[in-house]
């Protein structure tokens, strides 16, 4: 069965299971929890599931009401919404960096060499010292994480080093470290508005572009691309996060039945994250693309040096110690 089939069967058994405990749990307390990803996404199925979870660790004393689709505001509407008071929950990543510097560590090209690294930093030290300046500066909690999907070069031809760049013409975010980082790595990149990016690569203005797996299928890009070249060059995570004032108000034994809802939230998650990318390359080849193994290591090598220049000075030496470990 596709991930995609399960997902969606997945999505209408937690709706009814979320709107039966929403209905037992409404004459105590409801929990509202908002976030900008559609119906079918993992992150979704995943706040689903913590609303499950909660409900069934406290008897259904606590529901979870899910609202996805940005549906009561945008990402900046709804952290602003629970230091408020007016927003439980959300799912939210570097925009937190707008209060916690150390935020921006959630998606430092090459910072990561694998998943399980990436693990490691977000369940470490590290991301012990990010969730505390996050709860103290921003008095917003985060209480699990879930994996994004690592992006990934696409192009029409093999580009294994970072010498094959060759200065390749490719759309990049208008984000300054991105821009500075393929530029040390030998491209000519451009910021480019998304909506655009298809044409372009049509009609050749622009060579390549990267994202993630999920999102070169679904921009259909295997159509005007026919290599997908395994950069991984940016691994992150996003956190499923509570207001500080809703934690606060929770006894000792609903705060542990919280955490425990998100640690069986965040392990469902990742399943499904995983199913997806395995799903996500079949289909990618499938339609035809080829995908290219590269050499990872050279690649942060000549990344290094524009990264660190690029991060705040209070990230800069753990940021430094990652592309050394």
Same mark, same amino acid.
């Not at 560590?105 to 990436?118: F, K, N």
């Given at each position: 069965?596709?991930?995609?089939?399960?997902?969606?069967?997945?999505?209408?058994?937690?709706?009814?299971?979320?709107?039966?405990?929403?209905?037992?749990?409404?004459?105590?307390?409801?929990? $509202?929890?908002?976030?900008?990803?559609?119906?079918?996404?993992?992150?979704?199925?995943?706040?689903?599931?913590?609303?499950?979870?909660?409900?069934?660790?406290?008897?259904?004393?606590?529901?979870?009401?899910?609202?996805?689709?940005?549906?009561?505001?945008? #990402?900046?509407?709804?952290? +602003?919404?629970?230091?408020?008071?007016?927003?439980?929950?959300?799912?939210?990543?570097?925009?937190?960096?707008?209060?916690?510097?150390?935020?921006?560590?959630?998606?430092? !090209?090459?910072?990561?060499?694998?998943?399980?690294?990436? /693990?490691?930093?977000?369940?470490?030290?590290?991301?012990?010292?990010?969730?505390?300046?996050?709860?103290? +500066?921003?008095? %917003?909690?985060?209480?699990?994480?879930?994996?994004?999907?690592?992006?990934?070069?696409?192009?029409?031809?093999?580009?294994?080093? !970072?010498?094959?760049?060759?200065?390749? $013409?490719?759309?990049?975010?208008?984000?300054?470290?991105?821009?500075?980082?393929?530029?040390?790595?030998?491209?000519?990149?451009? !910021?480019?508005?998304?909506?655009?990016?298809?044409?372009?690569?049509?009609?050749?203005?622009?060579?390549?572009?990267? +994202?993630?797996?999920?999102? %070169? $299928?679904?921009?259909?890009?295997?159509?005007?691309?026919?290599?997908?070249?395994?950069?991984?060059?940016?691994?992150?995570? %996003?956190?499923?996060?509570?207001?500080?004032?809703?934690?606060?108000?929770?006894?000792? #034994? /609903?705060?542990?039945?919280?955490?425990?809802?998100?640690?069986?939230?965040?392990?469902?998650?990742?399943?499904?994250?995983?199913?997806?990318?395995?799903?996500?390359?079949?289909?990618?080849?499938?339609?035809?693309?080829?995908?290219?193994?590269? /050499?990872?290591?050279?690649?942060?090598?000549?990344? $290094?040096?524009?990264?660190?220049?690029?991060?705040? /000075?209070?990230?800069?030496?753990?940021?430094?110690?990652?592309?050394?470990?």
């Amino acid at each position: 069965m596709s991930v995609t089939t399960t997902l969606t069967k997945l999505l209408a058994a937690g709706a009814l299971l979320a709107t039966v405990a929403t209905g037992a749990a409404a004459q105590e307390r409801t929990l $509202r929890l908002g976030h900008l990803a559609n119906e079918t996404n993992s992150w979704h199925l995943a706040a689903v599931r913590f609303a499950e979870e909660l409900s069934s660790l406290t008897d259904g004393r606590i529901a979870v009401e899910v609202f996805p689709n940005s549906s009561i505001g945008t #990402e900046m509407d709804l952290l +602003n919404g629970m230091q408020l008071g007016t927003v439980d929950m959300t799912i939210t990543g570097e925009s937190l960096q707008n209060w916690a510097p150390m935020a921006a560590l959630l998606a430092v !090209p090459y910072a990561y060499r694998a998943t399980e690294h990436m /693990d490691e930093v977000a369940s470490g030290e590290i991301g012990d010292q990010i969730e505390a300046q996050i709860i103290e +500066n921003a008095q %917003i909690r985060p209480v699990a994480y879930f994996a994004r999907g690592p992006r990934n070069l696409t192009s029409n031809r093999a580009i294994p080093t !970072p010498d094959d760049l060759n200065g390749l $013409r490719m759309r990049v975010p208008n984000v300054p470290l991105f821009i500075d980082v393929w530029s040390a790595l030998g491209a000519a990149p451009g !910021p480019m508005a998304f909506s655009e990016v298809f044409t372009s690569l049509q009609n050749g203005t622009i060579e390549s572009q990267e +994202n993630p797996l999920a999102l %070169i $299928r679904s921009a259909s890009f295997y159509e005007v691309q026919s290599h997908v070249n395994l950069t991984e060059h940016v691994r992150s995570w %996003i956190y499923l996060a509570l207001a500080e004032s809703t934690w606060q108000s929770l006894s000792e #034994e /609903d705060q542990a039945a919280v955490m425990e809802a998100a640690a069986r939230a965040q392990a469902y998650e990742r399943d499904l994250f995983e199913q997806s990318l395995a799903e996500d390359r079949a289909f990618l080849e499938e339609n035809g693309m080829t995908f290219v193994e590269v /050499d990872g290591a050279a690649y942060a090598a000549a990344a $290094r040096d524009a990264v660190l220049a690029n991060v705040s /000075d209070e990230i800069r030496p753990i940021v430094a110690s990652l592309f050394g470990e």
